[in-house]
């Protein structure tokens, strides 16, 4: 059974910068994509950026383009995501989800809080 565990949440002012992380533990590891989602208090859970883990294409969401980057090191099973000028609106859990054959999975979250 494969686990996805994200790090890198926290506080950090507008303006500032935080880079999430996921790696997945487990068995052999090949997804289809990989995706980074939030959820801000009282509001739906949204992809914010995904990534095809063969190619390496890269989708954002509008919300986030020029401001965000999605990446992955494919021996580390790791996907990232590097967040720029981050925003109060930014504010949400993040969570990581990995696309496979035969299921989703979702990590656990991760707070991200950007104060005004």
């Known amino acids: 059974q494969v686990q996805l565990v994200e790090s890198g949440g926290g506080l950090v002012p507008a303006g500032g910068s935080l880079r999430l992380s996921c790696a997945a533990a487990?068995?052999?590891?090949?997804?289809?994509?990989m995706g980074w989602f939030r959820q801000a208090p009282g509001k739906e859970r949204v992809r914010v950026g995904t990534i095809s883990w063969s190619v390496g294409t890269p989708y954002y969401a509008d919300s986030v383009k020029g401001r965000f980057t999605i990446s992955r090191d494919n021996a580390k099973n790791t996907v990232y995501l590097q967040m720029n000028s981050l925003k109060p609106e930014d504010t949400a859990v993040y969570y990581c989800?990995?696309?496979?054959?035969?299921?989703?999975?979702w990590g656990q979250g991760t707070q991200v809080t950007v104060s005004s």
């Open positions: 487990g068995r052999t590891f090949s997804p289809y994509t």
């Open positions: 989800r990995a696309e496979l054959s035969t299921a989703r999975i």
